[in-house]
T-cell receptor, first 113, second 111 residues
Framework: EAGVTQFPSHSVIEKGQTVTLRCDPI?????LYWYRRVMGKEIKFLLH????????ESGMPNNRFLAERTGGTYSTLKVQPAELEDSGVYFC???????????FGEGSRLTVL | QKEVEQNSGPLSVPEGAIASLNCTYS??????FFWYRQYSGKSPELIMF????GDKEDGRFTAQLNKASQYVSLLIRDSQPSDSATYLC???????????FGRGTSLIVHP
């Protein structure tokens, strides 16, 4: 069974540019989560989808971040325009049940110069 | 704001010893507690979960929960060099199904 996959694994962009991160959850997992880890800090929650619906987006830092999950399958997280403080590792996770085990992808490392 | 605190380490133990990893949390109503292991450059993976006060054992791993003290720990017996990784404590606060993570503790098991 394929795990959670994320693309790209690493992206280097300049301040002001746009980046789109993609996450493919485990097939059949309705719950999809985005987290972010800034260097030296804890992994912080960004938002949670159930199928295509945003259930909780309380962790999204500002309106430069836009997450979508069209059709309830893969999800994208767009940062536009990127700022220096957006640098970090963006993790996607999926789960079959709420409050259940989260299966994480290997993360997308974003570097904003 | 709900917080989960861990000593970042590194915690260094010799092979064969018991490694003790600790975590405290601020939300007294928290119900679910998880330990994830993350190897460098890899994804976090769940190794233990615990919901009730007391101990829960799974192979070489034991999770201990004390809700009165708002404290959860992970013991690794007979530590192996392959256990060297960062261990993340995660807690579901009261009424929440979204885990809040600590910064993680780096464990080094030396031969």
């Amino acid at each position: 069974e394929a795990g959670v996959t994320q693309f790209p694994s690493h992206s280097v962009i300049e301040k002001g540019q746009t980046v789109t991160l993609r996450c493919d959850p485990i097939s059949g997992h309705d719950n999809l989560y985005w987290y972010r880890r800034v260097m030296g800090k804890e992994i912080k929650f960004l938002l949670h989808f159930v199928k295509e619906s945003k259930q909780d987006e309380s962790g999204m830092p500002n309106n430069r971040f836009l997450a979508e999950r069209t059709g309830g399958t893969y999800s994208t997280l767009k940062v536009q325009p990127a700022e220096l403080e957006d640098s970090g590792v963006y993790f996607c996770a999926s789960s079959q049940y709420r409050a259940g085990e989260l299966f994480f992808g290997e993360g997308s490392r974003l570097t904003v110069l | 704001q709900k917080e989960v605190e861990q000593n970042s380490g590194p915690l260094s133990v010799p092979e064969g010893a018991i490694a003790s990893l600790n975590c405290t949390y601020s939300d007294r109503g928290s119900q679910s507690f998880f330990w994830y292991r993350q190897y460098s450059g890899k994804s976090p993976e769940l190794i233990m979960f615990i919901y009730s006060n007391g101990d829960k054992e799974d192979g070489r791993f034991t999770a201990q929960l004390n809700k009165a003290s708002q404290y959860v720990s992970l013991l690794i017996r007979d530590s192996q060099p392959s256990d060297s990784a960062t261990y993340l404590c995660a807690v579901n606060g009261e009424g929440s199904y979204i885990p809040t993570f600590g910064r993680g503790t780096s464990l080094i098991v030396h031969p």
